[in-house]
């Protein structure tokens, strides 16, 4: 019996980045004033942060449906990705957000959920560029 592992393409990965932006952005505008109660985050900033998740998705979707996923857009994505987390952490140590544990729970996952799609972003790429097969 042959073991076959098989990695997800970039192609796949964006498509999971671009939709779990579109879930999260649904969730953040949609629910910014019980989620940022429940957080204690402002319902505001949960409100902006998920509506600028949406056109970011679409992005990603263009992206990723090209015939050959290029190179360029996909370091974009992960370059906003990592600019994601960064923010993140400010906001954490900074002052501008006061939330709960839950809040900083919530603030925390994301952001390392965000920062595991840069990574394998980040490697499928070099896979593209050195032509190794997914």
Same mark, same amino acid.
């Given at each position: 019996?042959?073991?076959?592992?098989?990695?997800?393409?970039?192609?796949?990965?964006?498509?999971?980045?671009?939709? &779990?932006?579109?879930?999260?952005?649904?969730?953040?505008?949609?629910?910014?004033? *019980?989620?940022?109660? +429940?957080?204690?985050?402002?319902? &505001?900033?949960? +409100?902006?942060?998920?509506?600028?998740?949406?056109? !970011?998705?679409? +992005?990603?979707?263009? /992206?990723?449906?090209?015939?050959? !996923?290029? %190179?360029?857009?996909?370091?974009? !994505?992960?370059?906003?990705? %990592?600019?994601?987390?960064?923010?993140?952490? /400010?906001?954490?140590?900074?002052?501008?957000?006061? *939330?709960?544990?839950?809040? /900083? &729970?919530? %603030?925390?996952?994301?952001?390392?959920?965000?920062?595991?799609?840069?990574?394998?972003?980040?490697?499928?790429?070099?896979?593209?560029?050195?032509? /190794?097969? &997914?």
């Amino acid at each position: 019996m042959t073991n076959v592992i098989t990695r997800p393409s970039l192609r796949q990965i964006l498509i999971i980045d671009a939709v &779990t932006c579109i879930a999260m952005g649904a969730l953040l505008t949609i629910a910014s004033v *019980p989620l940022g109660g +429940f957080l204690g985050i402002s319902a &505001t900033l949960l +409100f902006y942060a998920g509506l600028v998740l949406l056109p !970011v998705a679409a +992005f990603m979707i263009l /992206v990723a449906v090209r015939p050959d !996923v290029p %190179v360029e857009g996909a370091l974009v !994505v992960v370059a906003g990705n %990592v600019l994601w987390v960064l923010a993140s952490i /400010v906001l954490l140590a900074g002052s501008l957000i006061t *939330p709960n544990g839950l809040g /900083v &729970t919530f %603030v925390v996952l994301q952001a390392a959920a965000v920062a595991v799609l840069a990574v394998l972003e980040y490697v499928a790429i070099g896979h593209e560029r050195a032509g /190794v097969p &997914t």
